[in-house]
């Protein structure tokens, strides 16, 4: 059976991880909330939660549950299962554990939760709760292994695309249950209005294409990130795997096959002692 990775996560990033692990070979199980908070839902294995099964460029996530994980796996495709505690890392013992949350600290993940543990961009530290850390911040150095010390620190302000950073993201005007209006793909003008929040309308602060919007009837709060707006209007990056995804995902892969090469030499030094 191929090598098993637990994948914390499955938004847009993490769906990066999972495909370019998934197309190198490994078994991929990937572990969300009941609810997803995800916006970039078109290229997000999480939106398996919601519809039952999910493809991104030519890979299918299954939503799983516990009794059906391997078999998900030896079917060849990626099992996503609703573990918000992690229970899965214990349960199925994966040559490597991903934390691909990015809730810019660590939740919980441990260095010995498995032989090879990565923390995806800022709140984790190499050689003291993760193996390896994956730079996550655009940029030089996106996707660097780290292998002692930290990934950047958060700035708090989103990576700039086409000229803008805080103002591309779409956030809530309060609490409240969420319901779209656009759809993902549209072209919106700098005052549409893509959403509301309960009864309150949200509106697009820049022009381009919507990248990224929530799920519709999750309960969101006063501030949160709702919705992505892309300014350079290729509607075609809406759903496909983003540069910063694929460039992490080369980072885990290198990250996991460094920490291997690793694991199989202390082996072989141990029975050959």
Not at 39 to 60: K, L, M, N, P, Q
Not at 132 to 153: C, D, M, N
């Amino acid at each position: 059976m191929k090598q098993l990775v637990i994948i914390k996560g499955a938004g847009d990033l993490a769906t990066g991880i999972a495909q370019r692990l998934f197309r190198s070979g490994f078994a991929v199980v990937m572990t969300e909330l009941p609810q997803p908070l995800v916006i970039r839902r078109t290229v997000a294995f999480a939106e398996a939660v919601f519809s039952g099964r999910f493809i991104v460029e030519g890979v299918e996530a299954v939503k799983s549950e516990w009794a059906d994980i391997l078999q998900v796996v030896q079917n060849e495709q990626i099992a996503v299962v609703v573990d918000p505690q992690g229970v899965s890392v214990a349960m199925l013992k994966p040559l490597a554990v991903v934390d691909a949350i990015l809730a810019k600290k660590n939740l919980g993940t441990k260095i010995i939760d498995a032989p090879i543990v990565v923390g995806v961009g800022p709140g984790f530290t190499a050689g003291l709760d993760v193996h390896a850390v994956v730079e996550s911040k655009r940029g030089h150095y996106l996707g660097r292994v780290i292998t002692e010390g930290q990934a950047f620190p958060n700035t708090g302000v989103p990576g700039n695309i086409g000229g803008y950073t805080k103002e591309r993201i779409v956030r809530a005007p309060g609490p409240g249950i969420f319901t779209g209006i656009s759809q993902i793909g549209d072209q919106v003008s700098a005052g549409d209005i893509v959403a509301y929040v309960d009864q309150q309308p949200v509106v697009a602060s820049v022009t381009g294409i919507l990248r990224g919007l929530l799920h519709d009837q999750l309960r969101v709060t006063a501030g949160m990130k709702i919705g992505d707006i892309d300014p350079r209007c290729i509607r075609d990056h809406c759903f496909s795997i983003s540069d910063k995804a694929r460039a992490i995902g080369g980072g885990v892969l290198e990250a996991i096959l460094y920490n291997r090469q690793g694991k199989i030499k202390e082996s072989w030094k141990l029975k050959n002692f």
